[in-house]
């Protein structure tokens, strides 16, 4: 009986400005045998670095799962295939400490071609302070080869599919309404009044407490004014709800190690 020949064609299509895949990688799978790859860098033409940020998350927020797609050459199977994928060099997360993989043995579930690589980030202390890396590497195992190490656009500009890179931090700037003095008119002295000096732990217990969207008190509006009517609202009730927790014996500090509270017209 006549064998069949499975060919994956991994294509990337012509841009808009012109720009084209110079090459097509074409696998012989009874040759080469199944391959596996990361799908994003081959979709988007380019090596992937995924940017995550604790910076604007409320203070219950500690860890975030982050889910990276995966391909691979070739059929399906009616199996379960595990794969290998270890750390780069430039990794500068610990494992334990910065980072975990949820499934701890990565794999191909039955009857797939794609399915997808979880990492668990965790809010360590020392990325308030600077960010760290994982990057991440696809290598062969029994069940999957990796000879489809990198593709390239107009013979010059390479990029891996076989390589994701994850960059975290926990860092936010100061919220324009605690900075702003227009829009409307003494925006910051109004917030000091109400919320008080500012503090990144504050503003993530307000987070948390109020369920405020980070986008309104981080971004400006684009047209119009801040809507300053929130301050005395936001101010009383966290008066009320710090109140409230400091009779149950629960304090909160801010990072330098002051109790928080709110401004001088929280009522």
């Excluded at 399906?76 to 994928?85: A, C, G, L």
């Excluded at 202390?125 to 999957?144: C, P, R």
């Excluded at 629960?250 to 109790?259: F, H, P």
Aim: hydrophobic share 35%; proline share 4%.
């Amino acid at each position: 009986m006549q064998k069949n020949r499975y060919y994956t064609i991994l294509l990337v299509l012509i841009g808009l400005v012109g720009c084209k895949e110079q090459d097509l990688l074409i696998y012989d799978t009874e040759v080469s045998g199944s391959n596996i790859y990361f799908l994003e860098p081959l979709e988007q033409r380019k090596d992937i670095v995924r940017d995550v940020s604790f910076g604007y998350a409320g203070a219950s927020v500690r860890d975030s799962i982050i889910q990276i797609p995966i391909g691979i050459s070739g059929v399906p199977v009616d199996k379960d295939r595990t794969y290998r994928v270890e750390t780069t060099e430039e990794t500068s997360m610990e494992l334990g400490v910065h980072y975990e993989f949820v499934d701890e043995n990565p794999k191909i579930r039955a009857n797939r071609v794609t399915d997808t690589l979880r990492i668990r980030l965790f809010r360590a202390a020392d990325i308030a302070e600077s960010k760290v890396f994982l990057g991440l590497h696809l290598v062969a195992n029994e069940n999957f080869g990796v000879t489809l190490p990198f593709s390239y656009v107009n013979s010059q500009r390479y990029y891996s599919v076989l390589k994701f890179g994850i960059s975290s931090d926990d860092i936010a700037g100061i919220p324009f309404i605690w900075t702003a003095t227009t829009n409307p008119t003494n925006l910051r002295t109004t917030t000091i009044n109400y919320l008080g000096a500012y503090s990144k732990k504050k503003v993530e217990l307000m987070i948390d407490v109020l369920g405020i969207d980070p986008q309104l008190i981080y971004t400006p509006p684009l047209t119009g004014n801040f809507n300053q009517d929130y301050l005395p609202i936001w101010s009383s009730y966290m008066k009320y709800w710090l109140g409230k927790e400091k009779a149950e014996g629960r304090i909160y500090y801010d990072e330098n190690n002051v109790v928080i509270a709110m401004g001088r017209y929280a009522s």
